[in-house]
Each structure stands twice: as structure tokens, then as C-alpha cells.
């Protein structure tokens, strides 16, 4: 079985999981994390990478659309991990935006015709996850980062509420496999948002905190968890958690309302 040493950073990373319920090996099937408007959530999907990564033959697709895969090295790396060591292996990456820049204006992802991003993206996520270098793992992980950001590629938000079902059907035919997406719940977007948070067993909303601005604290987490995964109406059975969070340039750190003086 492999190794992997974990730095301070790495720890402190799986604090702000432990909150959110998301630090086990074999993670709910659908999480979904929304955030604010001038909120970014993606501290949490490096979180979510990192714990993936460091779990022995567990496999992890991450779909980059708001940020790219350079984002997300970066970001290990101040965690403590290399994602680039993982590549290949327990990690693969679909990066379109990058990809587009890299590639115009010959990408695959340049769409014409009656097909949409969204309906492309969908078949190369299931190539992959279905694939040799998925089906020999024990368990699987979809992170994708950010939903809102196929609207900017084309996609109506018909085709964006149907990529996220398709998705969760392949979740329910593959018994070993989840789904994470995160995004933007601003006005624009707050239905959809609003749509996929009812369909996932844990949603995190990353907020703003009402009593403004401080320096210990950027924000606050609302965390909702259905205590019974196989219930399809779990509405009943979720337990509501808060915890406010400080992203540091090594590390999250995580506090209770009211533990430094601060009202969420």
C-alpha cells in the first residue's frame, strides 16, 4: 500500500472536511457546494482533492472550469501534496478552458452544430470514469469546479440542470463512485443552484458574514447532511451545521461561532 506523509497543512485541510462530514474514505455520493456572490468555494475543492489524493487507490476525476489545473497545483502544493505526482495514475484532469486557449480555433470543445458543451463534456467524463484506469479502483470521486461556468461556454440552463442529472444517474448505475460540483449562487443562477442543492445528501453554502469584514475570519460555512443516504426525500432527516473559516496562504483554519468574538 502507498505512502503519503502528510504536512501541517494537510492536516489543517482535513479540519475544515472533518466540519463538513466530507473526511471519509468513501465521501457521499452527491455534494454540492454553493457559494455567495464575491465568495470563492475553492478552497474547499482543494481540500476535497487533496484528501482524495492521499487515499490509496482511490480514483479522482477533476473538472476544471473556473479555474485551471494550474490553479489547483498551486494550490496543493501550498497544502502540502503535488497534484503532477498523482497525474496519470490516481488523478486525471479535464482542463476545456485551457485546452481552448492552448488549441483555437481547433479544440474539441469548440461546439458547432446542434451540440452543446455541456452534452460534450458529459461523454468525456464517462470515457474517463469508465475506463481502464477508473474501474480498477475501490472508490471514485467527480470533482467538478465551477457549474455556472458552462453557461459562459453556450450551455442554456436547461442543458446545464440536465448535465447535472445525467450525472447523478451514472452515480446511482455505479455503486463505488461520487460526485462533488460546486457553483456560483448568485441572482443569475440561484434556482439552478437552488435545484441541484435539493438533489445532493450533503450541501455546504459558502457565506459572507452578515456582521461584515474581519481579519480573523473570511466567511462563514452552512452545512446541511442527510442522515440517511438512501432515503430519496431526506428533507425530514438533515442535520444544519455552521462553522466560520479563515483561508491562511498554508493552511484553512476552522472556528465555532462565537469562539473568537465574532457573530456569523
Known sequence: MDTI???????????VLFACGLNG?????????????????????????????????VGTLLVCLQHGYQHYTKAGMRLGYDCNVFVGKTLSVLDPLTDIARDFPVSN??????TNIADVLLQEIKKQIMGTNFSVRTHNTIIIDNLAILYNLGASKEDVQMFFNDLMHLTKQMDNLSLITKMSNSDIFCVEDSN??????????????????????DGKLLIKRCQDENDDNCDWNVTTKEVLYKVNERNIKIYNPGEIGIKA
Open 25 to 57: 474514505t468513501k465521501l457521499p455520493t452527491l455534494v454540492h457546494v454553493s457559494e455567495e456572490s464575491n465568495v470563492d468555494g475553492s478552497f474547499l475543492i482543494s481540500s476535497i482533492l487533496c484528501q482524495r489524493l492521499r487515499i490509496s487507490n
Open 5 to 15: 506523509l502528510l504536512s501541517s497543512a494537510t492536516i489543517m485541510a482535513a479540519s
Open 196 to 217: 441541484i442543492s435539493k438533489c445532493s445528501l450533503v450541501h455546504v453554502n459558502v457565506l459572507n458574514l452578515k456582521s461584515g469584514l474581519f481579519h480573523e475570519v
Open 109 to 114: 470543445w469548440l461546439i458547432s452544430g446542434d
